[in-house]
């Protein structure tokens, strides 16, 4: 047997932890782009039109304002139903990109709850840099408005709204939830109850005092006074509408957070729940629709809002 000096072993020792430090590192830093550039595409691999049942009229382009972005379509079926509830989509993108026209923010969810009774409506928003997040939730409320003034003419009824929004535009519909000053002043109905699918983004503030993805800095700054004005988690004050937190188990930073602020809101007297699921971060959005456990979950919950809502998914 070979035997080595004492001043061998503590070079190979040494030599070992100086290449593991930038290597690992190195492999934390792919891992964390790839990671990242899932967060921040909506769903770069299903873009393209939807595929529909054929008697599902779309209204593309509404406008709630004179920005290109600030449109929104409208899925539904004439005279298919009276006070029918709206689905209020809001897309994801880590608030830089992403569309109202994604497959996996329109696809299965229109065609299961369309042709039962409901109206789909999916908006676009300003973006980065052109619109920082609060402003994006200011805008998610500029087209909610819209949408409710318009919904008697798609026979859905304006005080039947759910919001429901994937990655960023989960949080964006969280904040909206939960700070009444956002909206109070711009929409005059309140909506039934949100469904925020894997935000992620729920603490800010927590997020931005640790070590997170690049596009956070972005979205967010270095202004710890804005980072609670736009965390959800912050904003929570007082008792609001009701919410579902679905977060994917797969990830290190969705259902902590989510468990958070389910805990948070109950003590303050609001309806909370978390679903867990076994699903990427992007199949969390992409497959709700199809016909699973998971999508009897999110309607179970949906269910509980509203008697309308509830014999349409129940039939």
Request: charged letters at 25%.
């Amino acid at each position: 047997m070979v035997q080595l000096s004492m001043q061998t072993l503590s070079f190979i020792l040494i030599c070992g932890f100086a290449f593991a430090g930038p290597l690992r590192d190195r492999i934390l830093e792919r891992r964390n782009a790839h990671e990242e550039n899932e967060y921040m595409e909506d769903d770069a691999d299903a873009k393209g039109p939807a595929y529909l049942p054929a008697e599902i009229r779309v209204e593309r382009d509404v406008p709630y304002g004179s920005d290109d972005r600030q449109k929104f379509d409208v899925y539904h079926i004439p005279g298919k139903s009276k006070n029918a509830p709206v689905i209020f989509m809001v897309h994801g993108g880590a608030w830089i990109i992403g569309d109202k026209t994604s497959r996996a923010v329109v696809e299965n969810k229109v065609s299961r709850w369309v042709p039962i009774g409901f109206v789909f409506v999916s908006a676009n928003y300003p973006m980065l840099p052109q619109a920082d997040p609060l402003e994006q939730a200011k805008n998610v409320v500029r087209a909610i408005a819209k949408a409710q003034e318009k919904a008697p003419s798609w026979g859905a009824d304006p005080a039947k709204f759910i919001l429901m929004g994937h990655s960023a535009g989960a949080h964006l519909v969280s904040l909206i939830t939960t700070d009444p000053l956002i909206s109070s002043r711009v929409v005059s109905t309140l909506w039934l109850g949100t469904v925020s699918l894997d935000s992620a983004a729920l603490d800010i503030v927590q997020i931005m005092g640790s070590k997170h993805f690049g596009f956070y800095d972005r979205a967010f700054g270095s202004d710890k006074k804005y980072w609670e004005s736009v965390s959800p988690f912050h904003t929570l004050k007082n008792k609001g509408q009701p919410i579902l937190l679905v977060c994917s188990s797969r990830r290190k930073d969705s259902c902590s957070q989510a468990n958070k602020f389910a805990l948070k809101a109950k003590s303050l007297g609001m309806k909370a729940s978390l679903l867990k699921q076994d699903l990427s971060h992007r199949d969390v959005n992409r497959t709700l629709g199809k016909d699973s456990p998971y999508t009897r979950a999110v309607e179970s919950f949906l269910s509980s809002l509203d008697e309308t809502t509830a014999k349409l998914l129940n039939r």
